[in-house]
């Protein structure tokens, strides 16, 4: 079974057109709703062409065999700098609704993860009621979790080794869900694009985490980090060798592995050097598909972010490393034969 | 011949206490100059060892078979968000006098790389005629320089693409010297140390870069990315995806090879990854030895910035590609038969 532990929803395009209102109105016309009905989220996900992504949703994973995806809230869209926090609020949880529905129609198909309405004018412990209503009553088994709710505007919170971010990890072991470690849009005065923000903000996260107590204050939390881990698994060296300098220090490639990354890279090298790094143990298919990488490689004709056929060109892993890989961390980490089991029932 | 393209002088003591009283007495006791004879010098290359290090910087490039390095300032040293701007100046001078007085004494051992004296404070311009007194008075071989000067207080400058750089790369070409990119210290609210502000830096500085002209603009410049090019080869996918939705855009990789890289990692794999993404004549070796990878690997017992091993380890490299890495690239790229001949000859 192939399970693709990273990837957004396609909702109808009324929840944006819904989100222009509110960045309209600024909370001036009320919370109001997205009008979608389940037809409508069908077609977004079965019928609809994004151009830039070249076919439908379902077309993507059907084509590249992803029995199984994790979708939550389409990142740059999630405006967690924007003002009021209400607005954010609202919008959080009408796309988590969306999701939810999404995932009750494509039971199969899809399973949830829930954005957060994180704000930098909220603290911390206002963003649970939402994570709690979500996995608890709605359940979704993960959560997207943003280390930069300014979203490039800065100054950032302090990042997420420090104790700022205790109330979402002691929820999180609460609820029993991991987090994925992704972070939303950006704008100056930040001088990159918001995808190149993600990287960004992997890499600091990575170096925060690792350098900080938490997996030792935590021992049951599971966070994954997107897109492979940002620079770190590549520049490692100077991190083994800075760490080694520490008293009493525990290794670095040993700290790395209290941390999960998904395999959302596009080039078969890149993921070689994740798993050689991390450890197939530690490594969970995802292709964030579809999305950036949704376009064609000229040399062979493959999508990009067909991440699936990278893994299984890989000559020296074994076919238990590459199941661990495609689906048996995931279905632990998320608890799916629990919580989702009509998405793993009948599949290999 | 070994030439390394990424080194840091290692300098007397009497350089800090220079600099910690211009941060004392911001330019009231006016500019002074640091006390330092030749025998100083010499004992600081030869006989000093920094803890953190462990063996002196001559020892270093010895027991690497490094021949000959290009030194440039200590990069988290530099202090470019120092207040009053002249403190810079003067301490960047002072740099880069001691850098030339090392290269002097040991001719056939370094060659000197200035750095600039960066300020959010002044205009690029206001960095040039140091870079022109190193250049055409002093005989320095490369600039350094930074791409963020706040030192991670920002709002930092515009990106490298922008055409705010455009009088240093003009400076760069009129001269005919490269750069390295290379930022300095970093301090809150940036959430990174220094040492992954540097990471952070050249990932956004080759992002803009490639986003831009200014590889059209200037034909003739030469850039060389510190650290490998921080996350952009382990990330090539997801730009190689995204550049391609640009119309009539020029093959990412192929923009990836305006840049040179140097090789200044400390894994194999990675070193391989870079290699095999930008091609070995764009990979210059560095080593920034003495410095972040100076402790030893417990398993092998090797420095891990012993990276002129890791690329000898390189099976598929032939001799011709080690040759172009460890020394024609650089040879070329700092004109060192011209510019510095007697630190190539009777070499290799």
């Keep these: 079974m192939i399970i693709d532990s990273h990837g957004h929803v396609t909702t109808p395009e009324t929840l944006y057109s819904y989100k222009a209102n509110l960045l309209a109105h600024r909370g001036a016309h009320g ?46 869209h999630m405006m967690h700098s924007e003002e009021p926090a209400k607005i954010v609020q609202w919008y959080i949880e009408e796309n988590n609704d969306l999701i939810h529905r999404c995932c009750e129609l494509f039971p199969d198909r899809f399973v949830a993860m829930c954005g957060l309405p994180q704000s930098p004018t909220t603290d911390p412990t206002d963003w649970i009621p939402e994570m709690r209503r979500c996995v608890e009553e709605l359940g979704f088994v993960g959560v997207l979790l943003n280390s930069d ?15 700022y971010w205790y109330p979402v990890y002691e929820a999180l072991c609460e609820l029993g869900v991991p987090a994925l470690i992704h972070s939303a849009g950006c704008r100056p005065p930040a001088r990159e694009d918001y995808s190149l923000h993600f990287i960004i903000e992997e890499t600091i996260s990575v170096a925060s985490l690792l350098k900080s107590s938490v997996r030792h204050d935590f021992p049951e939390l599971k966070l994954i980090v997107s897109h492979a881990g940002g620079a770190i ?3 490692i060296g100077r991190f083994i060798s800075n760490a ?6 525990e290794p670095y490639l040993e700290r790395m592995r209290s941390l999960y990354f998904d395999t959302c890279l596009y080039t078969q090298d ?12 530690r490594c969970l298919f995802g292709s964030e598909k579809p999305g950036t990488g949704s376009t064609r490689n000229p040399d ?3 999508w990009w972010d067909d991440v699936k056929l990278l893994i299984e060109d890989i000559d020296w892993l074994d076919d238990s490393d590459r199941k661990m890989i495609f ?22």
Tied chains: 1, 2.
């Design 31 to 76: 919370r109001g709703r997205v009008g979608a009905s389940d037809d409508d989220i069908r077609a977004a996900v079965i019928d609809e062409v994004n151009p830039a992504f070249g076919m439908s949703h379902m077309a993507h994973l059907d084509e590249a065999g992803i029995d199984l995806q994790v979708i939550s809230p389409r990142p740059f």
């Design 149 to 163: 709710p300014t979203e490039g505007q800065g100054p950032p919170p302090p990042p997420m080794g420090d104790r």
């Design 233 to 235: 698994p590549y520049q």
């Design 244 to 249: 080694s300098r520490e008293p009493n220090s």
């Design 270 to 281: 890149a993921i070689e050097l994740l798993i050689k790094t991390v450890g197939a143990d």
């Design 300 to 302: 062979n004709g493959r």
């Design 327 to 348: 689906e048996d961390t995931a279905r632990t980490l998320f608890r799916l034969d629990e919580r989702a089991p009509q998405a793993v029932a009948n599949r290999g």
